[in-house]
């Protein structure tokens, strides 16, 4: 049997969809081991955070039924300047939405943008039980390149820590990104 999602709308964030995108992300804070954070932080840092954001480390947002039902973004991976070509990605679905290709659509988007925007590498930090988050990753492109071994402990159990990386392009191929 073929499943459709229902359509969606992918489209840049704006101020006005923070308090869904807290909504969204609040729910793994207190219910999942998918983020390190382990309490709420609240509408103003998620203003803090848009505000961190900009043209070339873009927050999308996906509509469904004239409802925000997902979010991804690019953002800096480190401070320092000699990382600026390099972006880490986030992806957070409804969690009653799941198993619809929305985080799928999300993540391509990214790595469409990554790719057009000109970033050199994309990073993803993933906890190491997150099997689904993974699998979402390396159907990307993405591959493991590091395990911090119990590095996060969250809901009373000790995750390692995953980072996958899509991109660069391995010395020899022809130049390009991702």
């Not at 993540?107 to 050199?120: F, I, K, N, S, T």
């Not at 390396?138 to 590095?151: K, N, Q, S, T, Y």
């Not at 820590?161 to 991702?178: D, E, I, K, N, Y």
């Amino acid at each position: 049997m073929l499943l459709v999602a229902p359509m969606f709308t992918l489209r840049d964030a704006r101020p006005g969809d923070l308090p869904a995108i807290d909504r969204i992300y609040d729910h793994y804070v207190l219910c999942s081991t998918c983020t390190a954070q382990l309490e709420p932080a609240g509408l103003e840092a998620r203003q803090a955070w848009f505000a961190e954001h900009d043209a070339t480390h873009p927050i999308v947002v996906v509509e469904q039924d004239n409802q925000i039902v997902g979010w991804g973004s690019l953002s800096r991976f480190r401070e320092r300047a000699a990382y600026g070509p390099t972006v880490e990605d986030s992806v957070y679905i409804d969690h009653a939405r799941h198993g619809q290709g929305l985080g799928t659509a999300i993540l391509a988007h990214l790595v469409e943008r990554a790719r057009d925007l000109g970033h050199h590498t994309i990073v993803a930090a993933i906890a190491g039980d997150q099997v689904p988050s993974v699998r979402l990753h390396a159907r990307h492109g993405f591959v493991e390149v590091g395990r911090l071994r119990e590095a996060m402990r969250k809901l009373g159990v000790w995750l390692d820590l995953l980072h996958m990386q899509r991109g660069p392009v391995p010395t020899g191929s022809p130049a390009g990104l991702l």
